[in-house]
């Protein structure tokens, strides 16, 4: 049975790969797994079907044969776990795959989520002026420390993991601010993930769902 993962109806994304979904359609391309994808409109989202899995009313969510999943980070584990290409078969290796997956989610999505907000929502406030480059700022110590940390490097430890998949797309949010504009082989290393293969996969699939959302 595939897997039936949710997504977006209509995301706010426009297209640009950056509703969470992505990283779920991307690991399953990179495993080599077929799957379904189940739409749902905001207003789905908050209904009682959607939240008995999501309890929060967000996507994406992942069932498959009786499991049900919610958070990207947990999805992309699970999918990880469930085949190779994803995680290394090393313990020690693996471990530090995932050590990088908690890295992603938490300590650089962080400032990062917190500055979208700020553009989104406080860019009419009197403090947002002041506030915004503190935002940055927050943001410019995680990337300095993560560049310094890849180096020349292709990949964060060794192989592609969903260490660096998880990474990627959070790096990914980054795109229309300008603050990657002074990290090279940041920049190098996003635009590595995005030729692969099952990344160009992912992508045009989400892409598909927003056209197609346009056009209706």
């Not at 509703?19 to 399953?28: K, N």
């Not at 992603?104 to 500055?115: F, G, L, N, S, Y």
Request: zero cysteines; charged letters at 25%.
């Amino acid at each position: 049975m595939k897997p039936v993962i949710t997504a977006f109806e209509a995301s706010p994304d426009k297209g640009r790969g950056l509703a969470r979904d992505m990283q779920v359609r991307w690991a399953l391309e990179e495993v080599g797994r077929a799957y379904d994808v189940r739409l749902v409109s905001f207003a789905q989202m908050k209904e009682p079907a959607h939240k008995a899995i999501h309890p929060f009313g967000q996507i994406p969510t992942l069932e498959e044969d009786g499991l049900a999943l919610f958070e990207s980070g947990a999805i992309v584990l699970h999918i990880a776990e469930s085949a190779p290409g994803l995680l290394p078969a090393d313990p020690a290796a693996r471990a530090r795959a995932i050590n990088w997956m908690f890295a992603a989610q938490t300590t650089v999505q962080a400032p990062i989520v917190e500055r979208e907000g700020a553009v989104l929502t406080e860019a009419d406030k009197p403090y947002h002026a002041e506030r915004l480059p503190m935002l940055e700022q927050r943001i410019r110590v995680r990337l300095d420390d993560l560049s310094a940390r890849l180096g020349d490097a292709d990949w964060l430890d060794g192989e592609f993991s969903a260490g660096d998949l998880m990474m990627v797309t959070v790096l990914r949010r980054l795109g229309s601010s300008g603050m990657l504009n002074d990290y090279a082989n940041l920049t190098a290393y996003i635009a590595r993930a995005e030729v692969r293969p099952a990344w160009t996969r992912a992508f045009a699939d989400q892409l598909a769902v927003f056209t197609a959302s346009q056009k209706g």
